[in-house]
């Protein structure tokens, strides 16, 4: 018998077993029947048997709970990159600028004062509304990822600013603006945080804080529209006589920020900010 018919007849008798009741398995099969394997035939002909298309990122399928503290994690829901750091509870998520930025500032140790620890993320000469050449506005700067948020639920979200604003003549319709996205933007990558909105340091207006006061008084306007906590501090420099301690005008000396810690600190416990 050749081939051909060899195969017909084995079909044959295979279904014959089958309306039977027999189980096909038992129908063994010449092995001068079988046909050499054929590659094109089997699409995944050897092991490991990879399923995740090349263009889809490991870190995106691996749960951010395991991921290596310190790892970039590709956020589905925002559409950033994160980074991952673990239980966030205790951590200030702090959005700023050159008042923020010196790890001795007053904002920072205020809030570690308050007992977190703090994830500062900003830059020196932005603001609602202005960058620098490498940096954007804060909106912006978020966006386009000029710096990174931790994935996670902080305690607190902070954003601190309007100097750069001011010094800039920036409008108020500008600042509006740049204030109320970055803080819808927070709102919705971390629904379950708190917030606040931490004012402009300046003298009083009646000292001569000029536009620093009013962009203070701008941003308090704007965070009760969105009822978020506000600590201004449109005319802190005069009320707490810390005129001596500014190093260049608008910034404080490392004595200044030291004496303006513990004020900024008592101001959160006055908004029920502060953790036990």
């Given at each position: 018998?050749?081939?051909?018919?060899?195969?017909?007849a084995?079909a044959?008798?295979?279904?014959?077993?089958?309306?039977?009741?027999?189980?096909?398995?038992?129908?063994?099969?010449?092995?001068?029947?079988?046909?050499?394997?054929?590659s094109?035939g089997?699409?995944?002909?050897?092991?490991?048997?990879?399923?995740?298309?090349?263009?889809?990122?490991?870190?995106?399928?691996?749960?951010?709970?395991?991921?290596?503290?310190g790892?970039?994690?590709?956020?589905?829901?925002?559409?950033?990159?994160?980074?991952?750091?673990?239980?966030?509870?205790?951590?200030?998520?702090?959005?700023?600028?050159?008042?923020?930025?010196?790890?001795?500032?007053?904002?920072?140790?205020?809030?570690?004062k308050?007992?977190?620890?703090?994830?500062?993320?900003?830059?020196?000469?932005?603001?609602?509304?202005?960058?620098?050449?490498?940096?954007?506005?804060?909106?912006?700067?978020l966006?386009?990822?000029?710096?990174?948020?931790?994935?996670?639920?902080?305690?607190?979200?902070?954003?601190?600013?309007?100097?750069?604003?001011?010094?800039r003549?920036?409008?108020?319709?500008?600042?509006?603006?740049?204030?109320?996205?970055?803080?819808?933007?927070?709102?919705?990558?971390?629904?379950?945080?708190?917030?606040?909105?931490?004012g402009?340091?300046?003298?009083?207006?009646?000292?001569?804080?000029?536009r620093?006061?009013?962009?203070?008084?701008?941003?308090?306007?704007?965070?009760?529209?969105l009822?978020?906590?506000?600590?201004?501090?449109?005319?802190?420099?005069s009320?707490?006589?810390?005129?001596?301690?500014?190093?260049?005008?608008?910034?404080?000396?490392?004595?200044?920020?030291?004496?303006?810690?513990?004020?900024?600190?008592?101001?959160?416990?006055?908004?029920?900010?502060?953790?036990?």
């Open positions: 018998m050749g081939p051909g018919r060899l195969r017909v084995t044959a008798l295979a279904v014959a077993l089958a309306s039977s009741g027999a189980p096909v398995s038992a129908v063994a099969t010449p092995a001068s029947a079988v046909a050499p394997p054929s094109a089997v699409p995944f002909a050897t092991p490991p048997l990879v399923l995740a298309p090349r263009t889809t990122s490991a870190r995106r399928l691996t749960p951010p709970a395991l991921l290596p503290l790892s970039l994690y590709a956020d589905p829901a925002t559409g950033r990159r994160e980074r991952i750091l673990g239980d966030l509870a205790r951590t200030a998520v702090l959005i700023g600028d050159s008042q923020s930025e010196p790890t001795d500032s007053w904002v920072r140790r205020g809030l570690e308050a007992g977190y620890s703090v994830y500062f993320a900003g830059k020196g000469g932005t603001g609602f509304s202005v960058g620098t050449a490498a940096v954007h506005d804060y909106d912006d700067a966006r386009l990822g000029d710096w990174l948020l931790p994935y996670g639920d902080p305690g607190l979200v902070v954003v601190q600013g309007g100097g750069n604003d001011a010094t003549r920036s409008s108020d319709a500008a600042i509006t603006k740049g204030a109320v996205a970055i803080l819808d933007e927070l709102r919705t990558a971390y629904p379950h945080s708190k917030r606040l909105m931490v402009t340091l300046s003298k009083s207006a009646a000292d001569g804080g000029g620093r006061t009013e962009v203070d008084a701008l941003l308090g306007r704007i965070a009760a529209r009822e978020v906590p506000f600590v201004g501090c449109g005319d802190w420099i009320r707490y006589g810390l005129a001596d301690e500014l190093a260049d005008g608008v910034h404080l000396k490392a004595s200044g920020m030291a004496r303006l810690t513990p004020i900024f600190a008592d101001s959160l416990a006055a908004q029920g900010l502060a953790l036990d």
